[in-house]
Every structure is written in C-alpha cells, then in structure tokens.
C-alpha cells in the first residue's frame, strides 16, 4: 500500500493492502476499499461507503458524501460500489437517502467520465459509459451496457433499460426501454441501438426481433396496453423480448412515447 504523506486516511477506514493513495486525498470514517483500487490526488471518499477491487479515482473526485436532499438530516445511509469501476476528474456519486432503502449501488466495469453525476439512491448496473457531464438525479435505475452521450441527464425516478442508447445533450423525463436510442428534450426513442447489439454478440435475428418490436410500441398507433400485450406474445418464442416486455411491467414512471 503506498499512501502519499499529504494524504489524510482516517484510522477507520479499511484499505486493502495494495490499496494507493495519492497527494492531497481525504479518506473518511466508514470507507472500505479493495485490493488493487487507485485513489488519484485530491480525491475525498466519505462513508459510509464500500468499495470493491481494481477501482480507480482520478482527481477531484468526490465520492461517498452526503446526498443533495433537504430532508437528508446526517442519517447512516452508504454508497455500494462493485469492481473494476472508473470515476474520471471530478465526478461525484453520493450516499442513499432514508427514503429508498438507505443505499446508492454501482456495480461493476462502468465509466464514468468527467463531471459525471450519481444523485442519491441511484442504482447502475454494469458495463456502462457515462460521457462528459452525464446526471443522474435521485431514484434513477440503469441497466447494464447504457451508453449516456455527453451533456445527457435522466430525471428522477426515471429507467434506463440495458442496451439502450442516450444522444448527446438528450434528457430522459420518462423512461426509456431496452435496446433504443433516445435523444431529444423530452427524449424520445427514434430507432433500434443496432450498433451496440451486435457488439454485445446479439445475432442478425435477434436485432431483427428487437428491430420488429420497435416498430409495435413506436410505430404501429397502438395503445400501450396493446402494444405491450403483442410484445408479449412474441417474447413467448422471443427470449429477448421478455427484456422489454419485463421493463414495461416494471415501469412506473411511465416509458417515453
């Protein structure tokens, strides 16, 4: 473990022992963090806050502080962050709040570029790429391979179903399937997030599936209920239709239209 002199690490926190830390950071009480992490210089984590393996912080981060909410009142709530995570210059993710369930989670391999934004009892799954200035404001869910474009923000409470695709400068009022490109203020999905499924492996039908089911919930005039109760239909021969037909049930804030 190598901690820079000028760096301030509180005598509770748990750092593993290959854990760095560089010039000027602030580690608080409560702060664990695995093996292989890397805390740039001027980096602060506030607890209660976990920490996984092979993370890395770059400066001026701030993690782990207390979240922007008037009726936060200094509670115990934490922040639960995966593996093999990367928080650019000067992105900030923050602690749950009582109203939730205490706790904002990411998971693992995400990317978080600068200025990025975690709001309070968010929840990120993995493998996602938050570009430039991204904001996530309170409640937010993403799934796993989302793609935000830079400047683009999701409105709380609202959904980001895996594989979906935000344009820049997009702003999510509602949420936004799987599988779609959405840009637009109030985002709107326009077409099919082809590129990115067949990076993930989706085969020539599978995008031709996802491709026909765009078209029933955005193209064809149908009523949600109708639309999702075709979709359903085909998610019973369509394994990954059962994606958009289980995010529609889920959906409580409403999907954009």
């Given at each position: 473990?190598?901690?820079?002199p000028t760096a ?5 926190a748990?750092?593993a022992?290959?854990?760095d830390?560089?010039?000027y ?5 409560n ?7 890397r ?24 993690i782990?502080d207390?979240?922007?909410?008037h009726?936060y009142?200094?509670?115990?709530t934490?922040?639960e ?14 602690r749950g709040t ?8 990411i ?9 990025s ?5 968010c929840t990120?799954g ?10 996530l404001a309170?409640h937010v869910?993403v799934?796993?391979w ?18 979906a695709?935000l ?10 399937p ?14 099919v ?26 193209r064809?005039?149908l ?5 999702t109760?075709?979709?359903r ?13 289980d995010f ?10």
């Amino acid at each position: 473990m190598a901690i820079h002199p000028t760096a301030i690490v509180s005598p509770h926190a748990k750092l593993a022992a290959n854990v760095d830390v560089g010039a000027y950071s602030i580690i608080g009480d409560n702060v664990e963090i695995g093996s292989g992490s890397r805390v740039g210089p001027h980096v602060v984590i506030n607890g209660p806050t976990v920490i996984g393996s092979d993370n890395q912080f770059f400066q001026f981060a701030s993690i782990g502080d207390a979240p922007q909410d008037h009726s936060y009142k200094g509670e115990a709530t934490r922040l639960e962050i995966g593996d093999r995570n990367i928080f650019r210059e000067c992105v900030t993710v923050n602690r749950g709040t009582t109203k939730q369930d205490w706790v904002t989670r990411i998971a693992s391999d995400n990317l978080f570029l600068a200025y990025s934004h975690v709001a309070h009892d968010c929840t990120v799954g993995s493998h996602n790429v938050f570009s430039n200035s991204v904001g996530l404001a309170g409640h937010v869910e993403v799934g796993d391979w989302v793609i935000f474009g830079a400047y683009s923000g999701v409105h709380q409470f609202a959904k980001i179903g895996s594989h979906a695709f935000l344009a820049n400068n997009t702003a999510a009022t509602y949420d936004i399937p799987p599988y779609f490109t959405a840009e637009g203020r109030p985002a709107v999905p326009r077409i099919v997030n082809e590129i990115g499924l067949k990076r993930r492996g989706f085969t020539p039908e599978q995008v031709r599936n996802i491709r026909n089911a765009f078209r029933v919930l955005y193209r064809f005039n149908l009523k949600l209920d109708e639309a999702t109760e075709q979709l359903r239909t085909l998610a019973q021969a369509q394994s990954e239709i059962k994606a958009i037909v289980d995010f529609l049930d889920r959906s409580q804030r409403g999907i954009a239209r």
